[in-house]
């Protein structure tokens, strides 16, 4: 048999910081919470906004999608992965992984919570891979 699990991750290109979160599924529900844990830990809200960078996924674009307070989304076009800043880190992530097995999912699960709690100590390698050339700078941005 086989076990999932899902990892969501957003990424700020100008100061490197994530924020992960592990699911067991992916569903507009799941999207919903994972959205509202983003806005919290990101502190948005009526006086923090962020723009969220999604693909076209059935769960990023479904009609009972909850969106906070604070939380814009912009669709990429299809067949454009390259574009999202988020897709950079993922090889980052997958190194634990890769060429490994492991006896359970939670182990697996374990290996990947460290890694993405990695990814809070190497801020400036994050930055360099995920701030594209053309990305616009936050101080600039406007909602």
Not at 36 to 49: I, K, M, S, T, V
Not at 68 to 87: C, I, K
């Amino acid at each position: 048999t086989y076990q999932w699990a899902y990892l969501f991750s957003f990424v700020r290109p100008a100061s490197g910081e994530t924020v992960n979160v592990i699911g067991s599924t992916v569903s507009t529900a799941i999207m919903s919470a994972v959205l509202d844990h983003f806005a919290r830990e990101a502190g948005l809200g009526p006086n923090g906004r962020a723009v969220v960078v999604l693909d076209g996924a059935g769960w990023h674009t479904g009609h009972d999608l909850k969106v906070p307070d604070g939380v814009h989304l912009a669709f990429l076009p299809p067949y454009s992965p390259e574009l999202q800043p988020a897709e950079r880190i993922w090889p980052i992530i997958n190194e634990v992984v890769a060429n490994r097995t492991y006896d359970d999912l939670l182990q697996l699960l374990d290996a990947v919570g460290a890694r993405c709690r990695h990814l809070d100590t190497v801020r400036d390698h994050i930055r360099a891979v995920t701030k594209y050339h053309w990305w616009p700078d936050e101080h600039r941005c406007a909602v």
